[in-house]
């Protein structure tokens, strides 16, 4: 009899104390849930397994990622009727524990492992983060977590950043596409900083050289970037030979913490502080401060959660630590801005621009849909799964309001006259005002 799906969901629905607003359908072709409702395929009992082993965000992953889970539908219409049951439970060991004491949940468990089996754990995914004893956010443990995330091959990064091959929040007016949209956010951060011909700009996390072209093509500034990404860096070398550039952009494998040849004039820090970590946030402000000239401006382009009622209990999301972004942890705007103020920084503007990730992130999503099979080829299969339900789950995230990104304009204020060298209405940065850049249609 082929009732695998009824049984799932049923014994689903009593550990979680809840009803699925999904379909279920099964490896015996069996299914179950709301008429018309996309649906999760569990393709074999290793799925269960799975989740038995590791409950939660990191076992759905894992099936995931292993291809044992799967999604009839819209991707992210199932993740945000999900999102209510998993990602916004926040149980973590302890709340697991505490619900096992509940007779009901206990029998949920045991009529799971009767349907899965319980012999060894799978192995996880060969894209899971082999975790090493040691240090958080020492150079050497920062250049592994780069290289994972970053070195997976820039044909990939193309497929889904597109040409701009921008790995951040793009800036969007209403029927803008991609491209002009992160031309924007280039433009919005140089306006912001204030560059002009003869400055010295520091690009932190410089990526594929896109900000550093933006500003020397277009504003005339000298740059430096830095990545810790050796495959970034050759990919944006290039791009500046390229452009004819090579006189005014240099690109360096080099940690932040190492340049020593300022002051610049301005310093810009797009998604990069991600991977600062909290117990090194004040020191990643101070060394850009000291790298500024007195009246020197930083733009920190940076992703936020909402704060804690108990910091302490804050943990970095399993699912990105293990698959995506190792080591990165989120911090509440109001903790970066006290940390740059700390560091001696003046706070000068601070813009949020949430919905804009979620619109950016659907578009890559789209870019890599559009061309899976090219992806697949080109990573692995699992490395494939891994983007797009980090994509797909991010901009339900951003659109929900359970995370949020900021730019944060701050000056290196000048002692003692603390002149800030800003404008008395310093918003006049609105794309409708800016004029063209040579050689772009707008």
């Known amino acids: 009899m082929q009732d695998a ?22 490896w015996d072709g069996s299914e179950a849930g709301p008429p018309g409702a ?19 965000e990191v076992g759905l992953a894992r099936a995931w990622v292993a291809g044992d889970l799967g999604v009839e539908g819209d991707l992210y219409t199932v993740l945000d009727l999900l999102s ?45 983060v082999r975790r090493r004893r040691g240090h958080l956010h020492t150079k050497r443990s920062d250049q592994r977590a780069i ?35 992160q031309r924007d ?25 896109s900000m550093a072209i933006h500003a020397a093509r277009e504003h005339g500034v000298s740059v430096v970037g830095v990545t810790l990404s050796h495959e970034q860096a050759a990919y944006a070398r290039k791009r500046v030979a390229d452009e004819g550039l090579t006189d005014r952009v ?34 990643y402000a101070e060394v850009l401060y000291r790298l500024l000239k007195p009246g020197g401006r930083l733009l920190n382009h940076q992703i936020a959660r909402p704060p804690r009622r108990d910091e302490s209990a804050y943990d970095v999301d399993e699912f990105i630590d293990a698959y ?8 509440p705007i109001g903790t970066t801005v006290t940390q740059l103020e700390r560091a001696g920084f003046e706070v000068r503007d601070v813009e949020s621009i949430r919905e804009h990730y979620a619109l950016t992130l659907r578009h890559w999503v789209g870019n890599l849909e559009a061309q899976w099979a090219r992806a697949v080829a080109l990573t692995s299969p699992g490395r494939a799964r891994v983007w797009r339900l980090y994509m797909a789950a991010s901009a339900v995230a951003f659109e929900r309001n359970r995370i949020g990104v900021n730019q944060v304009l701050a000056v290196r204020t000048p002692e003692p006259s603390g ?12 794309p409708a005002h800016w004029t063209s850049p040579v050689g772009i249609d707008r």
């Open 5 to 26: 799906a009824l049984r799932l969901k049923s014994l689903v629905e009593q550990l979680v104390g809840a009803s699925l607003p999904i379909r279920i359908r099964a």
């Open 38 to 56: 996309p649906a999760v395929v569990v393709r074999n009992r290793r799925a269960l397994r799975r989740l038995l082993w590791k409950p939660g």
């Open 84 to 128: 209510g049951l998993v990602w916004d439970r926040g149980e973590d060991a302890r709340g697991v524990a505490e619900a096992l004491r509940d007779p009901e949940v206990r029998a949920a468990v045991r009529g799971l492992v009767k349907m899965g089996g319980l012999p060894l754990p799978p192995s996880p995914p060969q894209e899971e």
């Open 147 to 181: 290289s994972h995330h970053y070195d997976v091959g820039n044909d990939f990064y193309e497929i889904v950043l597109g040409p701009s091959m921008v790995y951040s929040c793009a800036y969007w007016e209403d029927g803008g596409i991609l491209e002009g949209a």
């Open 185 to 209: 956010k280039l433009e919005l951060i140089s306006q912001k900083l204030d560059l002009r011909p003869g400055r010295r700009l520091l690009d932190v996390g410089c990526g594929w050289g």
């Open 250 to 283: 240099e690109i360096r494998v080099q940690d932040y913490r190492d340049v020593a040849d300022g002051p610049y004039d301005a310093i810009s820090s797009i998604g990069m502080a991600e991977h600062v970590g909290a117990e090194r946030y004040l020191e």
């Open 324 to 331: 995506v972004f190792p080591d990165g942890e989120l911090a």
């Open 419 to 430: 002149a800030s060298g800003m404008p008395l209405r310093a918003r006049t940065w609105n």
